[in-house]
């Protein structure tokens, strides 16, 4: 495959990188909701241009030939209280106070049940997702690979951190071969009626492994 690149994402990359979430984690979604793919991806891309300026997160996007190909976001335990500009914030909650206000709370309840709280050193990888018509090509550990490099050159961070679903052994697969450790496992009844998932793992790979 070509050069991958790895870079904060852009405002003019929203839209691509939204359809790109909801094909990736469109099955978690909209199981048992009313939001279709489509639905999911114009609330992410709206998503994306509230959250992406949030302090202690950083989201960024894998490039082939400038064309995206996979997305990652990752979090850290932040002093800072993020403030979102408010011309944002406000076109994010007004463009569904009276117009399917009812998808907007299924998708932000699914979003609050993968919410992880970081502890300090901590540098948590919120979700990360490769276009399936590169998948299996590497660009997953090329954005793993960057996330270890921005942990180790960034100030108070020591370690990666991620949840992934027991029931993904391909994808767990591929976060040990890159030195994770499952930590713990927990049970949830809430993300297996909302997400399909029940059985989460919590993994870490320490910055000097």
């Known amino acids: 495959m070509q050069q991958v690149q790895i870079e904060p994402i852009t405002p003019e990359q929203y839209h691509t990188v939204a359809k790109l979430m909801a094909f990736g984690f469109?099955?978690?979604?909209?199981?048992?909701?009313?939001?279709?793919?489509?639905?999911?991806?114009?609330?992410?891309?709206?998503?994306?241009?509230?959250?992406?300026?949030?302090?202690?997160?950083?989201?960024?996007?894998?490039?082939?030939?400038?064309?995206?190909?996979?997305?990652?976001?990752?979090?850290?335990?932040?002093?800072?209280?993020g403030k979102q500009p408010k011309t944002i914030q406000t076109k994010w909650w007004k463009m569904y106070r009276y117009n399917d206000y009812w998808k907007l709370l299924q998708f932000l309840m699914r979003i609050q049940l993968l919410k992880h709280k970081t502890e300090a050193g901590e540098c948590y990888i919120e979700d990360i997702v490769v276009h399936p018509d590169h998948q299996g090509k590497g660009v997953g550990r090329h954005l793993l690979a960057w996330a270890e490099q921005y942990m180790l050159q960034t100030a108070n961070l020591s370690y990666l951190s991620l949840h992934v679903a027991q029931h993904n052994q391909k994808a767990m697969q591929m976060y040990e071969h890159y030195h994770f450790h499952k930590q713990n496992s927990t049970n949830s009844l809430l993300t297996a009626m909302l997400l399909g998932e029940h059985q989460w793992n919590y993994m870490i790979r320490k910055g000097d492994s």
């Not at 279709?36 to 114009?42: D, I, N, T």
């Not at 992406?52 to 995206?68: F, H, P």
């Open 26 to 81: 469109g099955h978690k979604f909209v199981k048992l909701s009313s939001l279709s793919v489509m639905e999911l991806a114009s609330i992410f891309e709206n998503w994306l241009r509230h959250t992406t300026y949030q302090t202690g997160s950083l989201r960024v996007t894998a490039l082939e030939n400038d064309v995206v190909i996979g997305t990652m976001a990752l979090r850290w335990k932040s002093s800072e209280i």
